[in-house]
């Protein structure tokens, strides 16, 4: 019986503490937010040691098929019972490399429209904010014309009036700074990002 210790009676060591830890009590997890949970406190417990994230896993890819196929199969005579099990895995084994083929293809073909979809789309956006900025010069050219013929129709009517045009002249420049504090190309910028509201 002397010759059969446990692990934590060994000379030198206070019995009840194993190499400096406390002895956890075993919890089991009844549901699996609880599980989660569980793992949480673990991993918060020492903040400074690094949590293990698994390396993602790899794609499945068929073998390549062989370059040079040594053992035929013939349709002769005299083959053995167990040749059939052999085409069958060799003919299993191609028609899984053709299915992931076809779905790679597809994959590709996939991506390509939506990128096609996705330029598509941004060339659209840029039709409409250039027939946007065309039609914004309009107005902003409508509004010039229509403020140098008052101006002139002003001047016109009498010199007299001079000093009272410049200062309302210098209140509508005020009102049109106020008005276009926005770049061109923001006008269709969503309100949240400018940070309108």
Same mark, same amino acid.
């Given at each position: ?26 919890? &089991? ?13 673990? *991993? ?8 293990? &994230? ?6 499945? %890819? ?20 167990? +040749? ?9 084994? @191609? ?20 990128? @096609? ?12 904010? =250039?027939?946007?900025? %065309?039609?914004? $010069? %309009? *107005? ?8 140098? =013929? ?19 002249? $210098? +209140?509508?420049?005020?009102?049109? $700074?106020? +008005? @276009?504090?926005?770049? +061109? ?7 949240? &990002?400018?940070?309108?509201?």
């Amino acid at each position: 019986m002397a010759a059969h210790t446990q692990k934590n009676n060994k000379p030198g060591k206070p019995p009840g503490k194993a190499s400096g830890k406390e002895a956890q009590p075993l919890i &089991i997890a009844k549901s699996p937010a609880e599980e989660q949970r569980l793992k949480l406190e673990r *991993l918060m417990r020492n903040p400074d040691k690094l949590a293990p &994230i698994p390396d993602r896993p790899r794609d499945w %890819k068929p073998r390549a098929p062989p370059e040079f196929v040594r053992d035929v199969m013939g349709s002769s005579a005299g083959a053995g019972s167990g +040749e059939f099990h052999v085409y069958r895995h060799l003919r299993r084994r @191609e028609y899984q490399r053709q299915d992931f083929l076809d779905k790679m293809s597809e994959h590709l073909n996939k991506d390509d429209d939506y990128l @096609e979809k996705l330029e598509q789309n941004k060339q659209a956006a840029d039709d409409r904010t =250039a027939k946007r900025r %065309k039609k914004r $010069e %309009k *107005l902003k050219q409508k509004k010039m014309k229509a403020k140098k =013929a008052k101006l002139e129709s002003k001047n016109k009517n009498g010199d007299g009036d001079e000093k009272s045009s410049d200062s309302s002249e $210098e +209140e509508e420049k005020k009102k049109e $700074e106020e +008005e @276009e504090p926005e770049a +061109e190309d923001d006008a269709e910028a969503p309100s949240f &990002i400018m940070g309108k509201k």
